[in-house]
């Protein structure tokens, strides 16, 4: 802390300790515990509490302050315990109530939390944190019905209240139950847009309201509908640049200017939630560790508290690594550092980037597939996407201007040594295993007839699935295939696995014959994972590049025979995989002979050459062709020293100018 606020708090603490005449005056105990609280000294005010506690046990309020110590601690038993006593004693004790709710928030025990929180409206009916952490906990489930309920009540006391309103735009089932659903919230979606153009307009919000509203609530869900989103997400956008404008100073809206490296070098930032062992490092991971030292300064900028192995490596990579929670902070950092290119790794998966992605903060600034739709940001000049994965007709699904990367766009990191001593059981021994490896979500009605129209033809089928981190998402999920397909199907036909760490992960696609690619959305790292463990998969691309990226890597493999030119086509693939053991087994050994065109990636490093030749060249150079091809990087020498890029190689640490 600042000296002047030091000297006052040690004048203070010293004030309050002389205070105290003996161990019975409770009063002074009282004083210095809720001093210490105050000044987030947690460790000592629980210390003064439970000295109260020896003298009157039963005090609600000393108890609650207690749990609160113990709660900003991050020992949430001890919290819930002191809690749960503190309104033993005073069951109206509403600040009680509300912290044992949000602690069962934080233990994800949310039906607990949903119940001390209505408690709480049963006392308060207009008690604010209440409400909206109720909607809160439905908005993670998606549970739109109970959502509404509340939500009512909350524009009743709180009608222009920002977060809530973003919450109702926000809020998706998750788990569909039907395609009627699906038209239903996307039609509302817009409706709820138009209003809040114009609540917006009609409304001041404090920063806080505003900060608190972008970190938690975003539209990730949206394109999981299976829908081309091009003018909503363009919508939505300019509603999260006008919120996020208001958190920054005005000198950091101006527009960036460069300044130019005495060393010539171009700076490239590269901005992400995910900088740890997580799919989206391990899909853009080399386009980092590729890049010519020589003629390029890395910046990383890491949002996350998580720390792992990948993300030492990054650190020791690059020229700087500003690891900040703070959003304002990096946002405001990675303006000063003046970059020639600002690269976003995904944009809609982590909320708080609604806070950074809006402003214009270098000269270009780039967004990989990460999460493959368009941002609708007009602050984003290039979506850089792959070749493969888009049309002719893909412009018109962008805001941005669309760079399609020769082959898959990427190299993807594997950690190799994970992919060994996987075991080759299977998990039945006399049953042909389908394999969905996808997300719940991803898995829309209209689709779900394809598992029992597989097993009407090839009856000796088991099909899995990978459970949601929340039962009551699988159990949707299942209610959903039983209601469609039937209860005896399901419970004789399909597996559901919990979620598992990636060794598990791995062992379950190992055991498994035949992946079965999610419709709407189809797998990117899972499939390039199963593919390497020798693993057909069957696909079924739409127009839509994020239905696309299975695709993409069955046609660098030449394996069309796995694409699908229909449902009814995919489904006798899927079959013919199965029933047919001689063309399983011609498919594996393809695989087996083709994976080399990516995973043997020292040597072919065209898309890291085609990235640095995007943030040289003018901002104003108009691409031509189909994709980024070699005319554009002449001037550009293929990296010489192509060392192994996996994480157990020695890295040497660039030098800071």
């Not at 009743?156 to 735009?169: A, E, G, R, V």
């Not at 091009?230 to 956008?237: A, D």
């Not at 590729?290 to 792992?308: A, G, Q, S």
Request: hydrophobic share 40%.
């Amino acid at each position: 802390m600042p000296l002047e606020n030091k000297k006052k708090f040690e004048s203070e603490e010293i004030f309050l300790l002389e205070a105290i005449n003996n161990n019975n005056d409770i009063i002074g105990i009282n004083n210095i515990a809720l001093f210490y609280l105050k000044n987030k000294n947690y460790s000592k005010s629980k210390l003064y509490f439970h000295k109260i506690l020896k003298k009157n046990y039963n005090d609600p309020y000393v108890l609650n302050n207690l749990g609160l110590a113990y709660f900003f601690l991050n020992d949430l038993k001890n919290a819930e315990k002191y809690f749960l006593k503190s309104i033993s004693f005073k069951k109206d004790h509403i600040n009680a109530l509300l912290n044992l709710a949000l602690t069962y928030y934080n233990l994800e025990k949310f039906s607990l939390s949903l119940t001390f929180y209505k408690r709480v409206l049963v006392i308060q009916k207009e008690n604010y944190s209440a409400i909206r952490n109720i909607l809160k906990i439905f908005y993670i489930f998606g549970k739109i019905k109970k959502f509404k309920k509340y939500y009512e009540i909350a524009i009743k006391y709180y009608p222009n209240d920002l977060f809530i309103h973003f919450l109702d735009l926000n809020i998706f089932p998750i788990i569909y139950d039907s395609n009627e659903d699906i038209f239903k919230k996307r039609d509302y979606y817009i409706r709820k847009l138009q209003f809040l153009k114009k609540f917006i307009k009609d409304n001041v919000f404090s920063k806080k309201e505003i900060f608190d509203t972008l970190i938690f609530s975003n539209n990730f869900y949206l394109p999981y509908q299976g829908f081309e989103i091009k003018n909503i997400q363009e919508q939505y956008s300019n509603i999260i640049k006008i919120l996020s404008s208001t958190l920054i100073s005005n000198n950091l809206k101006k527009d960036s200017e460069t300044i130019d490296n005495k060393n010539n070098k171009k700076k490239i930032g590269f901005v992400c939630h995910y900088f740890y062992e997580h799919t989206i490092l391990k899909l853009f991971l080399n386009w980092i560790l590729n890049l010519d030292n020589k003629k390029f300064e890395v910046y990383i900028y890491y949002t996350n508290i998580k720390f792992d192995y990948f993300t030492k490596n990054l650190k020791d990579i690059s020229y700087k690594f500003f690891h900040n929670t703070n959003l304002i902070e990096v946002l405001e950092t990675i303006k000063k550092d003046s970059l020639d290119t600002l690269v976003f790794l995904e944009l809609g998966m982590f909320a708080g980037m609604q806070i950074i992605a809006p402003h214009k903060l270098a000269k270009k600034q780039i967004v990989a597939w990460g999460h493959p739709v368009t941002t609708g940001y007009k602050s984003i000049d290039y979506f850089f996407s792959n070749a493969l994965v888009e049309t002719s007709e893909s412009d018109l699904y962008y805001n941005e201007k669309l760079i399609k990367l020769e082959g898959l766009g990427i190299t993807p990191f594997f950690d190799f040594s994970k992919y060994k001593d996987l075991g080759i059981s299977k998990t039945s021994n006399s049953h042909v295993i389908f394999f969905n490896m996808q997300s719940l979500f991803k898995l829309l009605p209209d689709d779900d007839d394809i598992y029992f129209k597989i097993y009407k033809q090839f009856s000796n089928s088991k099909f899995c699935f990978i459970k949601n981190k929340y039962n009551l998402i699988t159990n949707k999920f299942i209610y959903r295939l039983k209601k469609s397909l039937g209860k005896t199907f399901v419970i004789n036909n399909c597996i559901f696995y919990d979620k598992m760490d990636n060794k598990k992960f791995l062992r379950l696609v190992n055991s498994s014959d035949i992946i079965l690619d999610s419709l709407k959305w189809s797998g990117g790292l899972s499939s390039l994972e199963a593919v390497y463990l020798n693993k057909p998969i069957v696909t079924l691309a739409s127009e839509l590049p994020q239905s696309r990226h299975t695709f993409a890597i069955l046609k660098i493999l030449d394996l069309n025979e796995l694409i699908a030119k229909n449902k009814e086509d995919y489904i006798s693939i899927s079959v013919e995989l199965a029933a047919n053991i001689k063309f399983r087994d011609s498919i594996i050994n393809k695989i087996k002979s083709n994976k080399k065109k990516i995973f043997e990636l020292v040597e072919k490093v065209d898309y890291v050459i085609h990235l640095a030749a995007l943030i040289s060249i003018p901002h104003s150079y108009q691409y031509p062709g189909e994709h980024l091809s070699t005319n554009i990087i002449g001037t550009f020498n293929i990296l010489e020293d192509r060392k192994s890029t996996r994480l157990n190689s020695s890295h040497v640490k660039r030098s800071r100018m």
